[in-house]
Structure formats: structure tokens, C-alpha cells
């Protein structure tokens, strides 16, 4: 009876990553591991190949950092060969059983073999395993078996289930790789029947779908869980329900993250498994991991507010843009240079404060006027820093002057400020209390802008996964589909994160690869600044693009040819499409409804603003009319007449 109970106990979760996983030199790749909050590492055996340490060396360097070497991997070709291979294979194990002695590890992957002159059945491949398992017995070690998804007999973690079952050694388990059992389909509640304790290890990998052989996927295209489409909380969920307590352990291939930064890719990875078990926990009631504790995904009700830095000199230049837009000048903050500016349920504010260390001072310095804050609406400010710092977001804050309230916020993109602001007594009046109504006389123009539809935010490519994963693991929101946009200078790949259930707040993520594109040229020239466009909705488009002409607004003009074929491409009304044209609106129009949109004339270093009516269910950003965007923005570029460089 006492052991059942002990059996029952949750265990504290372990962490781990292949070392295959991350860039960089053994030692540099050791030191991101641990520092991103890794228990353990497996060790891929060619990174240990290569580098010249003795195992015990390399056993010293993991004991420094405090990692356990949860696994070392990977052991091919092994079961069902005809000898003399056979023997080769028991005698080339022996000798991998020495050095895991040396390593301090009791764990070694065997994957499912791939060889043209293996043999197949399930008893044969039990009775190799069995004799393996009294070897490592010996040694004091174990086995794990993996089904490759492309393995040649066993591709398949039931089969391999099946084998090691047969096998009834206790050296003897089964390794599930989500990878393998994902990547072929395979329903993963098929893992529920395993006895939790004949799971040695868990590799966990999520990927984009792809339709692609299945190795080249596998060796190229993983990446962390949470960044792809596979379902891993799914089959996580399924690996908790057997009572897994092992190690959770990533092992993501991908030709990307070879080049990448070590540190930046071990805190996404540690990131990315914090959340899903986060996921799993709230799902899998019985599951015996113990996870950290941090309150559930954020959900949004749209952006509050978003905040301009600029110097004194500059400032017109904006207030005059958004002048032009239908803004009016609202109120002065009571303590600093910080100014309000509304329309709807719109708030920009612009902020010249640069006294002192302030962070907006500090951000103009380095990226010149730019949006580097946004305020987002949500249940409970306290609850969402919480669940930021617990996924490794850094928190935000700055001496506040008296009278002043403290708002809970974090790093993003870029450096920018996420503020997060909800319906408590102190954050809700914070308006009322901070700032001053301005008498100056109002302008009555308006331009029906009722609230702000979305935030672009522009990153390197490198950084699009890293940011996607920052998002949706801290809110509640779901991701639409990668988009390609074809810029003269390059491919911009965008995607969309929208909340959930409703899409109060979206935010598409723009991944710049060359500088050549516009939005390459965005980030060289602000030095990385985050927002690069903001989206303002209005409820008629037509009416808003008269008032803007009243208020000498002055849209990105938009080329003939985007109209003639607009009228082809949809059948529209050429009274229609002339009335676009005149406007500079562009359309787009699916099964749900249509979508309607105008551009500001770029600002600074590439900044604009973009007005956009949905009607109907209309869910996308128009990603069609990109292009033509791009184009005229570089049109705009160039002096007239001059020709392009
Ligand atoms: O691609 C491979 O060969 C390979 C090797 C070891 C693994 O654990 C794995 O999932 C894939
Ligand atoms: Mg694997």
C-alpha cells in the first residue's frame, strides 16, 4: 500500500533539450541551456563526437551547470539484423554503454532502424531487445526504442509499443517523440494505454505542416512547441494521462535555429514547454508532473492605447498628422510632457518626456520618434504580469512620481512596452486622475474613427518564431496562416494573432528578411523599433475618406492599374472602383465579406497609419493589396523623376 501511494505523487517537472537543438559550441550551448532554467540535456552524440573532451570532461562541464544528462542519442540500426551485423550491433552497443558511464547517463535512444538489409517481425526484434536489455543491465543502464517516422519495419510508436511490450525487460522502454507519432497522423491517445513507467523519455517538437518527406521535415523544419501546427498538447495530454513523471525534453532539428542565437533559442524552448505543460495541466487533471503555478492564457479586450515617444522639434510633425486624421488634443498628463489625443474609443498619446532616465526619452534616442508603448485591456492587469513573468517575459517599470499609479507592464518586440490595464479602481480612472482636460477650443472634425483594429509590429525573420511564441503563450489568441508578401527587395512573411474567443485585439507580425524590403528598411533605419503601421477601423469607409479630404489628409496614392484590374478580378461597378480610386481605398472581398482600406503617407523612417472598414465577416488584413502598398510607399521614396537605384 505505501508504495501506491508514493507511486501517486506528483513529481517536480524536468526539463531538458538536445543539444542538437541550438547553435553555437558545445560549451556556449551548455551555458544557454542552463541559464534558460533547463534541468537536464541530452546529449546528441555527433556534438559530442566533434568536440574534443574526454566523457568525463563533458560529464564535469554538465555538473557545473546543474543539468543532468537525461539522455544520449541516437543509436541506429540496431534491432533485426541479420548477422554477422547482429553482432556487430550488440558490440558497438557495449562500447556506447562505457562512454554513457563515463557521461553519468543511464539512458540510451535506439531508433527504429532504417537499413535495406534489416529484417522485420516483432518477435525477432523482442529477442534482440532482450539480449540488449541483460547487456545494459550490466552496464547499469537502459534503453528507450523509438519509432522514427520513417523507420523502415517500425515507423510507428504502437509497433514499437508492441516490441518493447514483448520484450518485458526492465532495461527495456519506449520513447515517444511527438515528431514521429504527429508527422504520420497517428492518433496520439493511442499513448494512454502505455504504463507511464515503460516511457524512459519524451521528445517533444512541434512543426509547420508541410507536405514533405517525412525525414527532410523531421531534419529541417521542427520547431519548439507552440511555434508550428502540430497538435502537441494533444499528445502531451495523452503522455500525462499514463502517469509520465520522466523528463520533458525537446529535440527540434531545424536548419534556422542552427545559425541562431543559443541563448534567445533556449529561453524560447524553455518558454515554449512551460506553456504547453500549462496547457496540459489545465486539461489533464490526474497528470503527476508537477507544473509551475501561474494564473491562465491572458484574454484581451482590445488595445487601449498606444504611445508615441518624440522630441519637442518633431512633435508637430505627428500632431499634424493626426490632426489630419480627426484627432483633437484632449488632455496633458498633470506631471509630465505627455499629451492625449482622441477619437472613438481611440487613445494615442505622445509623449516628449525625455527628463531624467525615462524609457521613452531613452527609446527616442536610440530608434528617433517611434510607437514604443501600447496598453492593452485586460481581466486582471496583476494576473497577466504574473503569467508574463512566469513565461520569462521581462517585466517593466519606472519611478513613478506621487499620485501616479504603478501600471503592470513588459518588454516586447523591439524593446517596446506592453502596459496592461483593466477595470480595478486605480487602472480604470487613471485618465480621469493623471491627466488635465485641455481647454483649448476642440475642432469638431472628426473622421468616424471608432477604435483601433490592429498593431503591425515588423522583426527580423529570425525573430518571427520567438515573438509568435511570446504572444500566444501568454494570451489567449489563435494565429492565422503564414502569408508571403513580395516586396521589390525581398520576401516579407506575415502572420496574424488574433485573441480569443473574440478578436478584440489582432496584431499581425511582419519578418523582414533583407533590408532591401520596406519593412526591412523599417527596422535598419529606426534600429529596431517594433510598431511600424496602426490600424484604425471606421464603420464607413466612404464617409471617412470625405471627412479626411476636409481635414487635408493626404492617403498613399495608389496606381490606375490596381483599379483595372480590381474591377476584372471581382466584377465591380466601375462608378464603384472610381469612387475607390478617388479615394485611395483598396478592397479585398472573400466568401465572408469585404475589407476596405486607406494609408496614410509614410512618417519618419517608414512609420504609417492605415484606416480599414470590415463588412461582414470579413477575418483578413488584406495581405492581397500588400504589394501595391509597398509599391507606392517606394514610389514615394524616390525624388519624382529620379530613376530607381
Ligand atoms: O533524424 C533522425 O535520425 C533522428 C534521430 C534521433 C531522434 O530521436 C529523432 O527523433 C530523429
Ligand atoms: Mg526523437
Excluded at 37 to 63: C, H, Q, W
Excluded at 130 to 156: F, P
Excluded at 160 to 184: C, K, Q, Y
Excluded at 363 to 386: C, E, I, M, P, R
Aim: hydrophobic letters at 40%.
Amino acid at each position: 500500500m505505501a508504495s501506491q501511494e508514493t507511486s501517486n505523487q506528483s513529481v517536480k517537472m524536468r526539463t531538458s533539450i538536445a543539444t542538437v537543438s541550438i547553435s553555437g559550441e558545445f560549451p556556449e550551448k551548455l551555458a544557454a541551456i542552463a541559464r534558460a532554467g533547463f534541468t537536464g540535456v541530452e546529449i546528441f552524440e555527433n556534438d559530442f563526437l566533434t568536440y574534443d573532451a574526454s566523457p568525463r570532461d563533458v560529464a564535469k562541464m554538465a555538473e557545473d551547470h546543474g543539468l543532468e544528462i537525461t539522455l544520449f542519442q541516437p543509436f541506429r540500426d540496431f534491432e533485426g539484423m541479420p548477422e554477422p551485423l547482429r553482432r556487430r550491433a550488440f558490440e558497438r552497443a557495449e562500447r556506447k554503454f562505457e562512454i554513457m558511464n563515463e557521461l553519468g547517463t543511464d539512458l540510451m535512444l535506439i531508433c527504429s532502424n532504417v537499413s535495406p538489409v534489416s529484417l522485420g517481425g516483432i518477435d525477432r526484434a523482442a529477442a534482440d531487445f532482450r539480449e540488449l536489455g541483460t547487456m545494459a543491465a550490466r552496464h547499469g543502464v537502459r534503453v528507450g526504442y523509438e519509432a522514427l517516422a520513417w523507420g523502415r519495419h517500425v515507423n510507428d510508436h504502437r509497433d514499437a509499443w508492441e516490441i518493447v511490450r514483448r520484450t518485458d525487460h526492465p532495461n527495456v522502454g519506449i520513447i515517444l517523440d511527438s515528431f514521429h507519432t504527429l508527422s504520420r497522423k497517428i492518433d496520439p491517445n493511442s499513448i494512454r494505454s502505455i504504463p507511464g513507467d515503460k516511457i524512459f523519455i519524451v521528445q517533444l517538437a512541434d512543426a509547420p505542416l508541410f507536405d514533405m518527406d517525412l525525414l527532410y521535415w523531421s531534419r529541417h523544419f521542427r520547431n519548439m512547441p507552440g511555434e508550428g501546427d502540430l497538435p502537441v498538447v494533444d499528445f502531451m495530454r495523452a503522455v500525462a494521462a499514463t502517469g509520465y513523471t520522466g523528463p520533458l525534453s525537446l529535440e527540434i532539428f531545424n536548419d534556422q535555429f542552427r545559425g541562431g542565437s543559443a541563448r534567445a533559442l533556449a529561453e524560447d524552448g524553455h518558454r515554449s514547454l512551460v506553456n504547453v505543460m500549462d496547457r496540459v495541466k489545465r486539461l489533464e487533471p490526474d497528470i503527476r508532473i508537477d507544473v509551475p503555478d501561474m494564473p491562465d492564457r491572458v484574454e484581451t479586450q482590445g488595445v487601449e492605447f498606444v504611445e508615441f515617444t518624440t522630441a519637442p522639434e518633431e512633435k508637430a510633425n505627428l500632431t499634424a498628422l493626426l490632426g489630419t486624421l480627426g484627432f483633437t488634443y484632449t488632455a496633458r498628463h498633470r506631471n509630465r510632457a505627455v499629451d492625449l489625443y482622441t477619437q472613438g474609443d481611440i487613445r494615442i498619446v505622445i509623449n516628449t518626456d525625455s527628463t531624467g532616465d525615462s524609457f521613452a526619452g531613452a527609446s527616442y534616442s536610440v530608434h528617433g520618434t517611434n510607437a514604443y508603448a501600447f496598453g492593452l485591456k485586460v481581466n486582471n492587469a496583476g494576473d497577466a504580469l504574473k503569467r508574463a513573468a512566469a513565461l520569462g517575459a521581462p517585466t517593466f517599470s519606472e519611478p513613478r512620481k506621487p499620485g501616479e499609479v504603478t501600471v503592470p507592464a513588459i518588454q516586447g518586440v523591439g524593446n517596446g512596452v506592453i502596459y496592461f490595464l483593466d477595470g480595478s479602481p486605480a487602472l480604470a480612472s487613471i485618465w480621469q486622475n493623471e491627466f488635465e482636460p485641455v481647454e483649448a477650443p476642440k475642432t469638431t472634425a472628426n473622421a468616424r474613427l471608432t477604435r483601433i483594429d490592429h498593431l503591425a509590429q515588423t522583426t527580423h525573420y529570425d525573430e518571427m518564431l520567438t515573438w509568435l511564441l511570446f504572444y500566444t503563450s501568454i494570451f489567449s489568441t489563435r494565429r492565422t496562416p503564414m502569408v508571403d508578401v513580395v516586396d521589390p527587395g525581398g520576401l516579407v512573411r506575415s502572420q496574424a494573432i488574433e485573441s480569443e474567443p473574440e478578436p478584440l485585439f489582432r496584431l499581425t507580425m511582419n519578418g523582414a528578411d533583407s533590408r532591401k524590403t520596406f519593412a526591412g528598411k523599417f527596422l535598419a533605419e529606426g534600429f529596431g523599433t517594433s510598431i511600424q503601421h496602426i490600424a484604425f477601423a471606421t464603420n464607413d469607409i466612404f464617409a471617412t475618406a470625405k471627412a479626411l479630404t476636409t481635414l487635408g489628409f493626404q492617403a498613399l496614392p495608389i496606381s490606375r492599374n490596381y483599379y483595372e484590374d480590381l474591377e476584372a478580378r471581382f466584377g465591380l461597378d466601375p462608378d464603384f472602383s472610381d469612387a475607390m480610386r478617388e479615394a485611395g481605398i483598396l478592397y479585398d472581398r472573400d466568401d465572408n465579406g469585404e475589407y476596405f482600406q486607406i494609408y496614410s503617407r509614410t512618417f519618419g523612417e517608414g512609420f504609417f497609419f492605415e484606416i480599414i472598414e470590415r463588412r461582414g465577416a470579413y477575418a483578413g488584413y488584406g495581405a492581397m493589396n500588400a504589394p501595391f502598398r509597398i509599391a507606392a510607399q517606394r514610389r514615394l521614396l524616390r525624388p519624382e523623376g529620379m530613376p530607381k537605384r
